[in-house]
């Protein structure tokens, strides 16, 4: 099955706790991104990749760090959280990128910073 | 730079009547694509129906229709027959086309809708 997957799905952490967030694809998907959900902001855009090794910032990029490997896998890494990164955040994956292709969205992981 | 607006937060429609959502959107751009998202309680984003710009003729997916005024930049979609499925939030999502570009979506705030059964 066609799908992006997402761990963990829920995360109550600490501030200043490092945690890491993994995004998967199996469709070998070249473009991924990164989003967050806030109330009221709608999906703001945090990083994204065109392919392997090529990383880039999105609108709300503070705080955050990727990394591309893999074409497959696209983690979101939070060095030192703080509270206002409590939010949902969704991984995303396209065949390629500027195209018609369909985003596929993982299926979120809600993040509390305590 | 781009923006998505929906500017009505909550709507409810009763079970088999007909509800239409808002969406304008600003950009200076002539060839993008304009998206309709379904997020349910799961939180799962869904995609409802998509419009390229370029093409003059309104999406159509079962029950769900758009309404693409591309001159006045609105971008509303029409819900025949509302179930209680289709209960959720609606997002309205703009991406431009580039070739080789970020493939960034740009969402409104979103739209909380109500199906009284």
């Known amino acids: 099955e066609a799908q992006v997957t997402q761990n963990p799905r829920y995360l109550i952490t600490v501030t200043g706790k490092k945690l890491t967030v993994t995004c998967s694809q199996n469709m070998n998907h070249e473009y991924m991104s990164w989003y967050r959900q806030d109330p009221g902001l709608g999906l703001r855009q945090i990083y994204y990749?065109?392919?392997?090794?090529?990383?880039d910032k999105g609108d709300v990029p503070e705080g955050y760090k990727v990394s591309r490997k893999e074409k497959r896998n696209f983690p979101l890494i939070l060095e030192s959280p703080s509270p206002n990164q409590t939010s949902l955040y969704f991984c995303?994956?396209?065949?390629?990128?500027?195209?018609?292709?369909?985003?596929?969205f993982g299926p979120g992981t809600r993040l509390t910073v305590t | 730079a781009q923006t998505v607006t929906q500017s009505q937060p909550e709507m409810s429609v009763q079970e088999a009547e007909t509800v239409t959502l808002s969406c304008t959107y600003d950009t200076s751009e002539s060839d993008y694509y304009l998206f309709w998202y379904k997020q349910p309680p799961s939180r799962q984003m869904i995609l409802v129906i998509r419009?390229?710009?370029?093409?003059?003729q309104n999406a159509t997916e079962n029950r769900f229709s758009v309404n693409f005024q591309k001159a006045a930049k609105s971008f509303s979609l029409k819900i025949s027959d509302s179930q209680l499925g289709d209960a959720a939030m609606y997002f309205c999502a703009y991406r431009n086309h580039y070739t080789g570009a970020n493939s960034k979506l740009t969402f409104g705030k979103g739209i909380t809708l109500s199906v009284r059964p």
């Open positions: 419009q390229e710009a370029y093409k003059q």
């Open positions: 990749s065109m392919n392997v090794e090529v990383t």
């Open positions: 995303a994956s396209s065949y390629s990128a500027g195209t018609s292709y369909e985003q596929y």
